[in-house]
């Protein structure tokens, strides 16, 4: 009996180690095809190349200045990240096209392209519409519909960085 379990165990037990093989060894070879440094100039590349043509089509109008000025610039974007809004930070960037659409109508009543993510993994963006202003707002992932003013514009973001960066 017990040799008719260990016959039919070990073809399974066999099978399921190379499976776990072949995806350690496919995990290996991704990590070595796209080690920390290629990712992160990949990023790099698509935060300082936004999509503008389909943003303001987003948007419904022109992109901020601010928000153009900011992302022409490492520098700034890193200085930013450091940012408060009115409860909690910035966690990172994202790139502004159309792969960062989020299909929110049903929560918040608009799509969103989120320009960057809080510390939380909230998404921060401005709404869409001819005739919105231009404030930065926060939707909240774990209360959804719930939607506050993470800080009144983009420019206001930028000048409050700049003037911890000249206090620092």
């Not at 099978?15 to 990023?43: F, H, M, S, T």
């Not at 921060?124 to 800080?151: M, S, T």
């Amino acid at each position: 009996m017990k040799d008719n379990i260990v016959l039919m165990a070990a073809p399974a037990a066999a099978v399921i180690l190379i499976l776990v093989l072949k995806d350690r060894i496919a995990k290996a070879l991704w990590r070595r095809r796209n080690p920390p440094e290629k990712l992160a100039a990949e990023l790099d590349n698509r935060l300082l190349h936004p999509d503008w043509p389909f943003y303001e089509r987003h948007l419904q109008r022109p992109a901020p200045a601010a928000l153009r000025e900011l992302y022409s610039s490492m520098t700034l974007l890193a200085a930013c990240a450091a940012y408060r809004g009115k409860r909690e930070g910035i966690s990172s960037f994202d790139p502004l096209n159309e792969s960062g659409l989020l299909e929110t109508q049903s929560e918040i009543g608009c799509d969103i392209v989120p320009f960057a993510t809080s510390v939380c993994g909230d998404a921060i963006f401005l709404r869409p519409g001819a005739n919105e202003r231009d404030v930065l707002y926060i939707a909240y992932h774990d209360d959804p519909g719930k939607v506050d003013v993470f800080a009144e514009s983009v420019a206001v973001m930028l000048e409050k960085t700049r003037g911890m960066n000249r206090a620092a």
